[in-house]
């Protein structure tokens, strides 16, 4: 049964001789259950890689969560210092500001001079 595999584990042999030993109904049968068998493993570890998987994911997912809300409070934190030092800084008095934000006005045009 193993080609590739010249030398056979006591266990492999002495089950190979048993199962040849078998009727065909109980060769069927042992190799239904040998293969509904290895398919539940094979899905159980599956899903142990996957559970493994989306914990690796998660932990990654925290991990740059708390870094950007690191990098958020450094901005923050910046922001708020210039913020500070502008309100620090003198103020203009009301009269000069409105003289800057105050537009000279245009006379209006006569309109009795056109006659």
């Known amino acids: 049964m193993c080609a590739g595999n010249k030398e056979k584990s006591k266990k492999y042999a002495d089950t190979e001789s ?4 078998l009727k065909m109904e109980e ?7 040998s ?3 290895m398919v539940a493993q094979g899905v159980q570890e599956a899903g142990e890689a ?3 998987a989306l914990d690796t994911l998660k932990a990654d997912i925290r ?3 708390e870094e950007a809300d690191g990098e958020q409070e450094e901005a923050e934190a910046a922001t708020e210092k210039k913020s500070e030092k502008s309100s620090d800084a003198p103020k203009k ?3 000069a500001a409105k003289k800057k ?3 000279k006005k245009k006379p209006a045009a006569d309109k009795d001079s056109d006659d």
Not at 18 to 21: G, L, R
Not at 27 to 33: G, H, N, R, S, W
């Open 18 to 21: 048993s199962f040849d030993d």
């Open 27 to 33: 060769k069927l049968a042992f190799l239904v259950e």
């Open 35 to 37: 293969t509904v068998k």
């Open 50 to 52: 996957v559970t493994d």
């Open 63 to 65: 991990k740059r969560a």
């Open 93 to 95: 008095s009301a009269s």
């Open 101 to 103: 934000t105050t537009k």
